[in-house]
């Protein structure tokens, strides 16, 4: 084969299969979805019956003493309980809007309770016993299915009312 | 004179094949084993060896039939017994190498001479997007010449060699098929490498797949730790007189297991699925005027993706990058004392994105460095290397937040200066001292500036610090080695001093809205120093005995107290057979306790562990058959790695089979 023709043919090969490796190198790169909504920044919770009472005190990890058991009574249903979170100087939050932020909880599982939302209600709650005893329950508050927010096991009493 | 051709091609990992095997002329006696080999392919870009780099490469490098013999599940893995190695880890994933206790970004991967441009320096849930069962040739990079190819010279760049872009021309079709199997996580992997002549152009591609399942300890299984990766990549060069110029293309894909259960990790493991894109340029002209020897260019781009997927499927963390870089290499030619130097820019551009549930900002980095690099021989006896890079760094996080509760974040620019000097001397016939000095540098990363939120992978709450200043470091090593035909002795001890020294620590306390603990980046006075010594005897032709042995010791300055993650004492020996084509040995691997540690980190016993290894080559007409065989962990001890995040639930693999079985034609 002629030189200079051996030449171009090795070129127009090697321009071919660089081009080649570009084309298909160029497919899109995978994009990462970033999320767009803020996160709730709270480091406590209190819950509240419906006369303002405090009933739960948790804040930084630890309950405030004489406000650290939910009481439930068995085979009835607490009075709606208001889940209001805290900020890092116990401020009370205003209740999030944002539909991406949803309040979760864990009973672990429980036979002794359950915890019910309030229909329509984002942040209200009520407890019912269904079996006496001792048990604990788990607040989050998830953010696109991770817990912006999570507390430890909070002890739950479920007792029989004395007639 | 066929025998040793066959023996040399070997010994190289059949590199030999594209060195031109049939060039009997271009085989040398090592004076060391006392066998014949071909020269190791230069990837460096770098012709010339200088009295350093020599010292390097009898010391740091890994290569023909002892990468075959070590060839792991990971790089890490791979050359954890070398000189000064060490092996951070969190599950058999997501290892890393440790170099005389530096990790992360003090220490470069590279692959054929361009960073990986992976997450594996930044957290230690993240593995090293690089597969080593192809790799011809693992290097350890230092010395002055380091500065060429980043500015943190205190440290090392561990460049893997496959010669992606061809740099020469092979003189026919030369296959490789390459299989292996391990017995502690029934892992089995298989490689496909083909290198061929058309016309004036050299092709080269390759494919391999690795699947292991979770490790078995003697403690039991550590759930969640297998790996399965895909790689294949395709390169072609054209070469002709004075031009080398090619291409390349690589697509890296891994899904690996981070086990969970234990302090420091997800309760219930993590997923994670890594995926890599690259394609590179090389140019290499030969200018062959008075002064200039040849000009070198090199372009990369990488795209990177990683998500962290929780055992609901969710994804907890996501990571993007998309990185440009360019090298532009001047190599001068002998002039006077001068032997050889180097002069070259380089530029660098970074798009880091973040998504899932990661705080972080995503953030855009450039980095424009220039260098200079030359060797000089003063006289038969003394010969000098000199460097100097300056760079030029700019961080630009998206989300500028000026009420940030970790800080301003805003942009960042830093402008630093490293420099190198090393010097080695003959005092007597086959004995040699020398010192290497380095002012070394580094930038914060963009986790290291900017991070505040948690990591569910590393299960920690990470909070960065934006009015970090740039890493410096000033560092000393003094060595003397005496190398005979059969005995290679080298000893060396080095002393480092960071002014500003960037670590990330466990605070002791608490995020309470994730209940995750904090771990916060801070630059704080610190010392690394330490020893190492080498020793290689060949008493008989048949038999070798080598021992290597290394200590650091590290603190913070201003307490004095132990800096986190230093390996303890560590002695590797062995003792080898070795006939024609037959290879036999025993090694020991042995380490102290360290009971020197940072807050919150636990202690660590020490171990000694026994492993046999025998290697045999044996031809069938045009067929080489290459096969190792391994025992690791011979006696099924329990021992733990000081640097491994599971040691506290799980000990470090059990007795293991290993079979490498490699075939040329």
Redesign the interface.
Known sequence: MDKNL??L???I??VA??SL??V??SCA???????ESE??????LVLKDTTNNIILKY???ALTPGKDTINVPNMMNTSVLSVIFLDSNQVELPPEEDPDHTLGFDTYGSTKFSVTKVTGQQWKIFMSGLTPGNDSVKFQVL????????T?AIPVRIFNIVQ | MKKLILIAFLLTGGNAISQNIVDSTSLKKDTLTGVYTTPDIEVSDYVQKTAFDKIIEMSYSLSGKDLQRNMNTTLAATIKNEMGMSMRSMGPAPSRPVFRGLSGERITISEDGIKTNDLSSTSPDHSVALETFTVEKIEVLRGPKLLTKSPTNVGAVINAIRNEIPQELPDKININFGTYGESVNSGFSSSLVIKAPVLDFSLRGEISNRNTGNQKTPSGTLLNSGINTFNYSGGLSYIKNKIITGISYREFKTDYGIPGGFIGAHPFGVNIAMKKKQINFKLKYDVGSKYLENIEAEFSRVNYNHKEFEKSGLIGAEFGITNYSADILFNHKTSGKIKSGIAGISFNHRDFDIGGFVFTTPAKSLNLSAFVYENIVINDKLSVELSVRYNYDEINPRDKNYNSSIGYITNKIYNTLSAGASAVYRIFRNHYAGINLVRSTRVPTIEELYSEGPHLAAYSYEIGNPNLKSELAYGGELFTYYRSENLYVMISGYYNDFPNFIIPRNTGKINYATLLPIYATEGVPAILTGFETQLEFKPFKFLQLDLNASYTYGKFNQTGTPLPAIPPFKIISSLSYKRNNFLFGVINESASKQLRLDTFEESTDGYSIFGLFSQYILRTGKLIHNISANIDNIFNTEYRNHLSRVKSIMPEPGRNFRVIYRLFF
């Open positions: 051996k030449n043919l090795g070129i090969i090697y299969i660089s490796f570009v298909f190198y790169d995978d994009p990462v979805t970033t999320q996160h709730l920044e709270a480091e406590g804040f930084k990890g953010h696109e299915g991770h817990a912006d927010f999570t430890i």
